[in-house]
């Protein structure tokens, strides 16, 4: 896919800012070939509104339960037409994260016993052990 060419108007900083990282973050990203490294112009790096999209997307994906290796791959099939892929990644990642809502789920009806238990004021040990016996 051919992206239009926008303005490169942006420091490295503001990059940062913009995606709400931290500078190494950004330098870390383009070690990891997440994000290029445009060339200097003036004795400063510029980055644009594409690297701002692709940063977001990077965060968004990482929220997502996505790691750098799996983000990669996807960031690479955004130039292709290899959907059957993003698909199957994009299933994948459904279904670890609804295996992890469960184990989520689970901890917090744990911790509501726990509140009950302790609310009673039953004497004896405390019963956070317990609570978590499922």
């Known amino acids: 896919m051919v992206r239009s060419q926008e303005p490169m108007d942006m420091t490295i900083g503001k990059l940062a800012a913009a995606g709400h990282v931290g500078v190494e ?33 990077i965060r968004h994906a990482q929220t997502a339960g996505f790691t750098l290796e799996e983000i990669k791959e996807l960031l690479d099939l955004d130039s292709g037409e290899d959907r059957e892929r993003a698909r199957t990644l994009a299933s994948e990642r459904i279904d670890a994260l609804n295996t992890r809502i469960i184990e989520l789920e689970r901890a917090r009806e744990a911790l509501r016993r726990l509140v009950g238990e302790c609310a009673t004021g039953k004497p004896g040990p405390c019963p956070i052990l317990a609570s978590f016996d499922l």
Not at 26 to 31: F, M
Not at 32 to 51: A, F, I, K, N
Request: net charge positive; proline share 3%; hydrophobic share 25%.
């Open 25 to 57: 973050t950004i330098r870390y990203y383009q070690r990891r070939g997440l994000l290029d490294t445009p060339r200097r112009s003036q004795g400063v790096r510029r980055y644009g509104e594409e690297h701002v999209r692709r940063l977001m997307f």
